[in-house]
């Protein structure tokens, strides 16, 4: 029925029990998990972060944004209270995480040890969507910040930059057919590879015994 009778940790594969506990924490499937204190102390500050961009707006003479903001904020803010989520919500992720403005954001590099090593593949490539990307979403946040879409902080809801990537990364290979001038200088050691071009034929190796050599000849 409704009742929970045991909590159980089972083997997948044999079905063996392995231990029983007495409870058990079950997270929804969302990027931003917090307790119910730090919800309200993230909602205080939202709070407080709208009242000022409102009042900074009204300086300018922004009615129509400042009029959106306000809407689209406290309408954020009571589903947050009522249901614990809205929609955006990572827009808010400075909040919720506790972060000081303008600080980086988690990424799944902070979760890895500190001794792994990174490949990065096509680097002539992806080095430069790696710096694009800050810059990208940064130009398209502040947009929306400016016409009253978002509160200012939702810019620390962004990617790395360049920097903070590169101070997260202690060992890394980069493979590139046509690598970049930053590849080399940032590079111990190069390991080359060469590849014969498709449809030529490879060489005929004619293998012979050293004993009579002489003779042959």
Same mark, same amino acid.
């Given at each position: 029925?409704?009742?929970?009778?045991?909590?159980?940790?089972?083997?997948?594969?044999?079905?063996?029990?392995? !231990?029983? %506990? *007495?409870?058990?924490?079950?997270?929804?499937?969302?990027?931003?998990?917090? $307790? /119910?204190?730090? +919800?309200?102390?993230?909602?205080?500050?939202?709070?407080?972060?709208?009242?000022?961009?409102?009042?900074?707006?009204?300086?300018?003479?922004?009615?129509?944004?400042?009029?959106?903001?306000?809407?689209?904020?406290?309408?954020?803010?009571?589903?947050?209270?009522?249901?614990?989520?809205?929609?955006?919500?990572?827009?808010?992720?400075?909040?919720?995480?506790?972060?000081?403005?303008?600080?980086?954001?988690? !990424?799944? %590099? *902070?979760?890895?040890?500190?001794?792994?090593?990174?490949?990065?593949?096509? $680097? /002539?490539?992806? +080095?430069?969507?790696?710096?694009?990307?800050?810059?990208?979403?940064?130009?398209?946040?502040?947009?929306?910040?400016?016409?009253?879409?978002?509160?200012?902080?939702?810019?620390?809801?962004?990617?790395?930059?360049?920097?903070?990537?590169?101070?997260?990364?202690?060992?890394?290979?980069?493979?590139?057919?046509?690598?970049?001038?930053?590849?080399?200088?940032?590079?111990?050691?190069?390991?080359?590879?060469?590849?014969?071009?498709?449809?030529?034929?490879?060489?005929?190796?004619?293998?012979?015994?050293?004993?009579?050599?002489?003779?042959?000849?």
């Amino acid at each position: 029925g409704d009742d929970i009778d045991r909590i159980v940790e089972i083997d997948p594969l044999t079905g063996e029990l392995l !231990t029983e %506990l *007495d409870s058990v924490d079950i997270y929804p499937a969302k990027h931003f998990v917090t $307790s /119910h204190d730090k +919800l309200m102390l993230a909602i205080e500050n939202i709070q407080k972060e709208l009242e000022e961009r409102l009042s900074e707006l009204k300086r300018q003479e922004k009615v129509l944004e400042a009029a959106r903001l306000e809407a689209r904020t406290n309408y954020d803010i009571e589903m947050l209270r009522e249901a614990g989520y809205c929609t955006g919500v990572e827009n808010y992720s400075r909040h919720l995480s506790g972060r000081a403005p303008g600080s980086p954001p988690w !990424t799944l %590099l *902070d979760y890895f040890p500190d001794d792994f090593m990174l490949f990065i593949d096509e $680097s /002539h490539m992806t +080095l430069p969507q790696i710096r694009g990307m800050y810059h990208g979403d940064r130009s398209r946040k502040e947009t929306l910040v400016e016409y009253g879409f978002r509160l200012p902080s939702a810019l620390d809801n962004r990617p790395l930059n360049f920097t903070e990537f590169g101070q997260r990364i202690k060992q890394v290979v980069y493979t590139s057919a046509t690598p970049a001038d930053y590849e080399y200088e940032h590079s111990q050691q190069v390991a080359e590879q060469l590849v014969r071009p498709t449809g030529l034929l490879e060489p005929t190796v004619e293998v012979k015994p050293t004993m009579g050599q002489i003779d042959a000849s």
